[in-house]
Nanobody
Framework: QVQLVESGGGSVQPGGSLRLSCTAS????????MGWYRQAPGKERELVAI??????NYADSVKGRFTIARDNAKNTVYLQMDSLKPEDTAAYYC??????????????WGQGTQVTVSS
């Protein structure tokens, strides 16, 4: 099992910045990728950014504004969010993909942290 603890959410005005952090503990050696998802009220959870195997991918809506970074020594993934827009308002969830055996992969989720962008 891997436990994920997020921090860094909050309220900010449009155009502002926030940095989210997520630290993993437990069987961190099973982690093959880490990323961020978000879910706005009444909407499905969507991928924001993911870092896996040395590569990163972003949702089109955040490209050029958000940056994901991992510190493997600290088992931590960050999401730097700049030029925030009201439509970025959502609960943000940290995600880890785990290789638990040769054939089996599972996912672990954090508890979520709220980001609100409003004037």
């Amino acid at each position: 099992q891997v436990q994920l603890v997020e921090s860094g959410g909050g309220s900010v005005q449009p155009g502002g910045s926030l940095r989210l952090s997520c630290t993993a503990s437990g069987r961190t050696y099973q982690i093959t990728g880490m990323g961020w998802y978000r879910q706005a009220p009444g909407k499905e959870r969507e991928l924001v950014a993911i870092s896996s195997g040395g590569t990163t991918n972003y949702a089109d809506s955040v490209k050029g504004r958000f940056t994901i970074a991992r510190d493997n020594a600290k088992n931590t993934v960050y999401l730097q969010m700049d030029s925030l827009k009201p439509e970025d308002t959502a609960a943000y969830y940290c995600n880890a993909k785990l290789q638990v055996s040769i054939e089996a992969t599972v996912e672990s989720w954090g508890q979520g942290t709220q980001v609100t962008v409003s004037s």
